[in-house]
């Protein structure tokens, strides 16, 4: 086959190798099926195929969809690795989180260059239970959330991440915390349990935690998550319910930007006219005061238990 058009023909198995992983292959793969080094450079020369590191060999010369670098990705690290991280969770559908690159993990140790474009993370603990075998080797979602959740400066930022996979049911809070307690050598360890564990108590965002932070802070205890009110209406789920002293419901809700819509405050107002007539307390507290002033929060919500106590 050296130097041939017909490569794709000569070859027994290439053509389906080739179709299989969208033109991009391990020197190894095409060693098998007794294509030689020899081989490989004359259809380099020939401008047909080219090389993308140590280990791969792409057969084309046009520009690589993003399907074809994780392919890339997979091919150079090979059984050793697989695409983990921002990566990985693309694949899983995770939006809102985009980075650029090909993110993948290999075991700890390995030092071979990789081709530009490949970012890739090592690890001590890559165990089988973490790798899912498919056209594309990947982790698992569980363990792409915990993996890139650690490379993420901030602690807000690494708990964000890990609470959008579970909002948007690509992983389990539970299949997120087994993974950081196997694993467990991760930024911001201590931090994401915590999170993890609010999580599979019922909390869906990280201004819900906060919040409930702030109401244990100003006295409030047994505090429900996300629990389903029934009124003549509707039946409405609340963020957060909690007891106040003269026996009252004090129902919290965490309104974030969508709340700024006409539309969404006119139906806010039904479920709080519905929801007080029923004999409870509704408060809501905006995202935005969460990060401008928690202060003012905690404030508030001591104020409520007190007047209510005093009542």
Do not use: K
Not at 93 to 101: I, K, N, S, T
Not at 186 to 207: C, K, M, P
């Amino acid at each position: 086959m050296s130097g041939r058009r017909t490569f794709f023909d000569d070859v027994d198995g290439l053509r389906q190798l080739a179709e299989r992983q969208v033109n991009v292959v391990r020197r190894d793969q095409l060693r098998a099926l007794d294509v030689t080094s020899h081989h490989i450079r004359r259809q380099v020369d020939a401008r047909r195929w080219r090389l993308l590191g140590p280990n791969v060999v792409v057969l084309t010369n046009g520009e690589l969809s993003r399907r074809q670098w994780m392919q890339v990705g997979v091919c150079h690290v090979g059984r050793r690795g697989a695409l983990d991280g921002w990566t990985r969770l693309e694949l899983a559908g995770l939006a809102g989180w985009d980075r650029p690159g090909v993110h993948l993990v290999t075991v700890h140790g390995r030092r071979e260059p990789a081709p530009p474009g490949l970012v890739v993370h090592q690890s001590r603990r890559l165990d089988a239970v973490d790798v899912e075998e498919g056209p594309l080797r990947c982790v698992t979602v569980a363990r792409a959330a915990i993996d890139a959740a650690g490379w993420l400066p901030s602690p807000r930022a690494a708990c964000g991440l890990l609470l959008a996979v579970a909002q948007q049911r690509l992983a389990t809070p539970g299949d997120m915390l087994d993974v950081l307690e196997r694993i467990w050598r991760v930024r911001h360890t201590a931090v994401l349990r915590e999170t993890l564990v609010e999580a599979i108590g019922g909390a869906e965002s990280h201004s819900e935690i906060d919040v409930m932070a702030m109401m244990r802070s100003a006295g409030f205890r047994h505090i429900r998550r996300q629990v389903r009110i029934d009124t003549p209406e509707e039946s409405m789920r609340v963020d957060l319910l909690a007891a106040l002293p003269d026996g009252r419901l004090l129902v919290v809700e965490v309104d974030g930007p969508s709340h700024e819509d006409p539309a969404q405050r006119e139906r806010d107002a039904r479920r709080d006219a519905a929801l007080i007539a029923l004999g409870y307390v509704v408060l809501h507290i905006p995202t935005s005061l969460l990060r401008t002033d928690p202060h003012a929060v905690i404030r508030q919500l001591i104020a409520i238990r007190q007047q209510r106590s005093a009542a």
